[in-house]
T-cell receptor, first 112, second 114 residues
């Protein structure tokens, strides 16, 4: 079945540091890939997505590229801010009414 | 504004009681989902519904029940049979016409069993 593996957290960075959160997946066919963000006490919000190989999703300075050859969708940001502190979830969807599969989440803490 | 509304935000329950969590959406989405979130375990799917009057069990349906009598509503009942119900519950929806699987989430309901 489908699965998503994310790097374990928590990740602690200083403000303006470079961020990478690794995500790899296992799926049949050609899934769509997502990063969701969850701020404390809230639901999840879509951060970015990519629907086919080599697509790059981007939003709010975050980027991730759909790499089919390495089955990866790593999240990156060049300069993190304190306001980026949250839990980040990688997810995939294999199409149609198939369920969305989530990773376990990576908590990011950015310190001033 | 379009979105998903979950209520209540916080709920306390005594052991042996059933409780119902509300989820309403005005996005005109066909599909709706309930997830449970526990620390360090990510999101686990409880139930989902693709159309009115139809729903399917997810990965951890035991001790839960749902109904889908209206397109915009998908309430979740946590029954006394659920052994460890204390958790954060998230409702989500998706457009049936979208093949990308993008989910829209509510703010969540935190259930604590006393």
């Amino acid at each position: 079945g489908d699965s998503v593996t994310q790097m374990e957290g928590p990740v602690t960075l200083s403000e303006e540091a470079f961020l990478t959160i690794n995500c790899t997946y296992t799926a049949t066919g050609y899934p769509s890939l997502f990063w969701y963000v969850q701020y404390p006490g809230e639901g999840l919000q879509l951060l970015l997505k990519a629907t086919k190989a080599d697509d790059k999703g981007s939003n709010k300075g975050f980027e991730a590229t759909y790499r089919k050859e390495t089955t990866s969708f790593h999240l990156e940001k060049g300069s993190v801010q304190v306001s980026d502190s949250a839990v980040y979830f990688c997810a995939l969807h294999s199409g149609g009414y198939q369920k969305v599969t989530f990773g376990t989440g990576t908590k990011l803490q950015v310190i001033p | 504004d379009g979105g998903i509304t979950q209520s209540p935000k916080y709920l306390f329950r005594k052991e042996g009681q059933n409780v119902t969590l509300s989820c309403e959406q005005n996005l005109n989405h066909d599909a709706m989902y309930w997830y449970r979130q526990d620390p360090g375990q990510g999101l686990r799917l409880i139930y989902y519904s693709q159309i009115v009057n139809d729903f399917q069990k997810g990965d951890i349906a035991e001790g839960y029940s749902v109904s889908r009598e209206k397109k915009e509503s998908f309430p979740l009942t946590v029954t006394s049979a659920q052994k460890n119900p204390t958790a954060f519950y998230l409702c989500a929806s998706a457009s049936g016409s979208s093949d990308t699987g993008e989910l829209f989430f509510g703010e969540g309901s935190r259930l604590t069993v006393l």
